[in-house]
Structure formats: structure tokens, C-alpha cells
């Protein structure tokens, strides 16, 4: 099987990396000629853990190219793998999928038959209602005769993608017709896992709902570590006690300083503008995104308290990336905390080991970048870590300081001279 993949972010890459390794042949797409000059050249064009040796691992096997219509005449299936981001009002902005639909119709107009894979996340509906019309709109063939369609959310979580991928707790198929079906089995063959084979629609809103849920089991354990904070309680010892409840679990018990990244905020936002479209109010979907927005400020707020004003007060803050294993800081929490220690007029100090570049981009000269960790807490005695990297667990980092955790490191929580953590 040769495979296409359109849009070659975070998760295009790994699932061309990872799917090279069962098929013949993988042409990468992305419009950024940077992404392509790179993966031509065998390197990831960002941080993600293992995907560089990957990419060597298979090098023989891919290739890169902006030349959409190249790739789907030299491949038997399309993976759409865009990135859907946040329209201004919430709603997921679907016009990269689009586009990506309308140039792999032009292109299939030549082919005999094509599967196309939509694994971007799109709201409930997109697949049948939008995708599907554009496709024989624009090659003026018949779905599924001419070509095939099939559904394939993804799940993977950045920094732990590549085993994520490989090894993922299901498959969701959604499908509504054989052949489709047939191939896609044949592509995802060299992966065990269960399949869960539904309609377009349904594997559209497993992804939604599967993302929604571990962002309210996030807002949850924060809310609950809010509490526990003015009872005197470690939630820490509470999620224990109820991840141990097989009903319940302990994945996403960890309370902090709330989630980030590039899914569950958006993702979460395009399901409330969903439900709103049918004149439905999502209480609890709200309210986590509501926890989520105040928690980055209140580990400033503890700090304010502690310290009194943070006005021209060196601060150091560790970790940018909105998670460890990777450089993505797209509605990481270290922005809204950078931001509001910035108003508050403290001096700030940073570092972080993969995620520097990205975040020049957003705070250019406001902030000092460090060149390690040693490096940015010899600048003040007063630090925040905001992302819990391996290294930050190192005992040494801490002694003498004053240490504000949003992640719960048991190395600063011991060895430092105050410690204080947002829920705990
Ligand atoms: P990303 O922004 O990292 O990558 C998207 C890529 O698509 C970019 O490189 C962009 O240049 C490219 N692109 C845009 N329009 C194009 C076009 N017309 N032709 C070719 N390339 C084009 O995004 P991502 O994080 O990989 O997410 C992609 C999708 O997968 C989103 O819908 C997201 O919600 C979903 N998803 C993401 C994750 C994750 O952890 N990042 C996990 C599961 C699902």
C-alpha cells in the first residue's frame, strides 16, 4: 500500500512515520516548504519524543513534497491530517480541511479509485455533510463507487505519540461501506488493538466526546485540589484513594495548573459551539472550560500572597511546552502565567529544554531565555514550574528557594526552602 498524507504537523508526521513501517511507500504534503525541506532531509521539523530516530528509521521509505496532486497520483489512500484550530467564535475552522478536500478531488479526477481518510478532528457531521459533497463535487465521481471515505478520529497525546500510535487502546472506523472498510483494515494491519467500527457521524463525536471527558476529569481533580487546598487536604492522597475505584481510575487525576495544547481546549470549545447550534447548553462542558481558564492565575495569585507585590521581583519559570516530550505550546498555561507575573511588573526568567523557539515567538524581548535550568534558577530565588520535565526533578534546582508548583515535583516539594503548589 503506498499512502499520502495531507498536512504533516504533529500528528500527519507520526502517522506517516509509524504507518511506513507496514506500507510501501508514504508521500508527505504540507504547504510549509520548511516542514518538507526538512523531512526530505530525514529530520522532524519539531520536538516530539522518539520521532526523529523514527524518521531515519523509515527514511528510505518517505518522501516530502507541497505538490498535492503528485502525492495522490502516487498513492492508493489520502489521510487529511490539517489542523482544524478555533474559529472567532468558538466553532472549529474547517477551512484547511477543505481546502485539502477540494485539491484531492481535482487530483482523484485522474485516478481510478482512491480512499480518502479524514483523521483531522471535525465536528459531528462534517465527513457526510461537507467532506464527502466537496469530494464529488470536485471530481465528479460517485462515493463509494469511484472512490472511498472512512473516518479515522485520532488519539494519540503529544509527547507520547510514536507509542501512542503504535500501540493505541482503539481503533475507531467510521464507515459506510465495505471496500473503504476492507482497505483501511489492510493499512492498520501491523497494529493490534480493538477496532470500533460506527457511522462517519458516530467516530466524529467519539472523538469529541473522548477529549470533552478527560478535560472535565481534569477541570474535576483541579476544582477538587481547589478545595482541598483551603481544607488542608493533599488531593494528591485523595486522587490515590479514588483512582484506585476501577470505575473512577487514576489517568488524569494529577491536579495543577490546568491542560493545554492544541485538542482539548479547542476541541472542547468546537463541541459547546456544536451543542449551541442545536439550541443545547452544555452545563458541565462549560464549566470545565471555565475551571481551566482560572487555574494558570492562581499559581500567581499563591505567590502574590506568600510574597507580597511581585513588583521587579526576579522570577524564574520552568517548562514552557504545554506538556513534557514535546515544543508545542499552543494554549500552554506558561502564557497566561508569563503574561500576568509581565503585568505585574515582575522580571522574568525562563526556561525550558525544547519549547524556547516557539515561545520567542509569542514573548520576544519581554522575557529572559536561560540556557539551562541551573542557568534560570541562579537568576532568582523565587521559581514556578509550569512543566513537570524530567530534569526539573532534580533536588539541586531547589535548595534555598521559594518554589510555586503547577505540576506537583516531589524533588522541589522536599529539598526546597518554601514550597507551595497550586492545589496542594
Ligand atoms: P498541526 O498544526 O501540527 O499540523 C497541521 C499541518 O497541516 C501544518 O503543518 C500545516 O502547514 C498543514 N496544512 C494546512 N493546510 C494544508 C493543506 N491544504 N495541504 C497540506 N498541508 C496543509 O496540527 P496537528 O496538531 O497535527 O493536528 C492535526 C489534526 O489532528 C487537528 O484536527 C487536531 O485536532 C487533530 N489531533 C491532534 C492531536 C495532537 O495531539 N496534536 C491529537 C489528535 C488529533
Known sequence: MRLSIIGSGYVGLVTGCCLARFC????????????????????????????????????????????????????????????????????????????????????????????????STVPPGTTRYKILPILEEHSGKRFPKDFGLIMNPEFLREGNAIEDFLKPDRIVIGYEDEKSREIIEEIYKGIRAPRVYVDFTTAEMIKYASNAFLAVKISFINEIGNICKLLGIDVYKVAEGMGLDRRIGKEYLRAGIGFGGSCFPKDLKALISKAREVFYTPLILNAALEVNEMQPYKLVEIAEKRLGSLNKRNVTVLGLAFKPGTDDIREAPSIKIVKALLDKGAKVFVYDPKAMENFKRIFKNEVTYCKDAKDAVSKSDVIFIVTEWDEFKNPELYKDKIVFDGRRIDEARIFSKHYEGVCW
Do not use: M
Not at 510501501?24 to 504547504?31: H, Y
Not at 522518539?50 to 507541497?66: M, P, Q, R, S, Y
Not at 474559529?87 to 484531492?104: K, N
Open 24 to 119: 510501501r511507500k508514504v508521500i508527505f504534503v504540507d504547504i510549509d516548504e520548511n516542514k518538507v525541506r526538512k523531512i526530505n532531509s530525514k529530520e522532524a521539523p519539531f520536538y516530539e519524543t522518539g520521532l526523529d530516530e523514527l524518521i531515519k528509521e523509515v527514511g528510505n521509505k518517505i518522501e516530502a513534497t507541497t505538490d498535492i496532486e503528485y502525492a495522490v497520483l502516487n498513492s492508493d489512500a489520502s489521510f487529511i491530517c490539517v489542523g482544524t484550530p478555533q474559529g472567532l467564535l468558538g466553532e472549529a475552522d474547517l477551512r484547511y480541511v477543505y481546502e485539502a478536500t477540494r485539491s484531492i478531488a481535482e487530483a482523484i479526477k485522474g485516478k481510478d479509485y482512491h480512499l480518502i481518510v479524514v483523521k
